[in-house]
Nanobody
Framework: QVQLVESGGDLVQAGGSLRLSCAAS????????MGWYRQAPGKQREVVAT???????NYADSVKGRFTISRDNVKNTVYLQMDSLKPEDTAVYYC?????????WGQGTQVTVSP
């Protein structure tokens, strides 16, 4: 079955960096778009960045120039490099893929940015 397992969340000071990873299994990873989403307390889940099967990327305006999404089709892993972190980036970060109109999510990884 489809599995997405995130890792790399941590507590970091503002201005710092983190790299999130999402290990995928149970589907043909190279053929699917992948995305990172986040959900802060009391807020709706929002898209952060996506990468399609061809490597084309898109970013939320709030993270452009600071975050970089990438994928390794050999390791079946998608990454989110987060630089110049801000307190407003604090959230649970989720990995996502869509297969035949069904969304699949990981368990999430907590990112906390202190002022």
């Amino acid at each position: 079955q489809v599995q997405l397992v995130e890792s790399g969340g941590d507590l970091v000071q503002a201005g710092g960096s983190l790299r999130l990873s999402c290990a995928a299994s149970g589907f043909i990873f190279s053929s699917k778009a992948m995305g990172w989403y986040r959900q802060a307390p009391g807020k709706q889940r929002e898209v952060v960045a996506t990468v399609n099967s061809g490597g084309r990327t898109n970013y939320a305006d709030s993270v452009k120039g600071r975050f970089t999404i990438s994928r390794d089709n050999v390791k079946n892993t998608v990454y989110l490099q987060m630089d110049s972190l801000k307190p407003e980036d604090t959230a649970v970060y989720y990995c996502n893929t869509r297969i035949y109109f069904s969304d699949y999510w990981g368990q999430g990884t907590q990112v906390t940015v202190s002022p």
